[in-house]
């Protein structure tokens, strides 16, 4: 089994800055693309931001120039620093990842963390 744990969310005001971080464990044998996804109250999860395993990143226009995600392969970890936060980016964050499990049941699967609350207030 894969665990996914997410930490760094918080209560921060307009402005301010915060950093999310996620660590993959467990039956791990490679990870693909690891990305975080935000749900708003009465809205769609909706993706953030995402990163391959080559380093290639894209982001949701809201929050371009704002956010930059990042990742460290040995460590199994994918972060997102958050700057400028506004009340809108006010959400629950997901970290997703792509893993290739190890043996024995190898297959590739997505998982889910359990989510960090973020508060902007104005």
């Known amino acids: 089994q894969v665990q996914l744990v997410e930490s760094g969310g918080g209560l921060v005001q307009a402005g301010g800055s915060l950093r999310l971080s996620c660590a993959a464990s467990?039956?791990?044998?490679?990870?693909?693309?690891m990305g975080w996804y935000r749900q708003a109250p009465g809205k769609q999860r909706e993706l953030v931001g995402r990163?391959?395993?080559?380093?290639?990143?894209n982001y949701a226009e809201s929050v371009k120039g704002r956010f930059t995600i990042s990742r460290d392969n040995a460590k199994k970890t994918v972060d997102l620093q958050m700057n400028s936060l506004n009340p809108e980016d006010t959400a629950v964050y997901y970290c997703?990842?792509?893993?290739?499990?190890?043996?024995?049941?190898?297959?590739?699967?997505?998982?889910w963390g359990q989510g960090t609350q973020v508060t902007v207030s104005s």
């Open positions: 997703n990842v792509g893993v290739i499990t190890s043996q024995p049941n190898v297959r590739a699967e997505n998982f």
């Open positions: 467990g039956s791990i044998f490679s990870i693909n693309t």
């Open positions: 990163i391959t395993s080559g380093g290639d990143t």
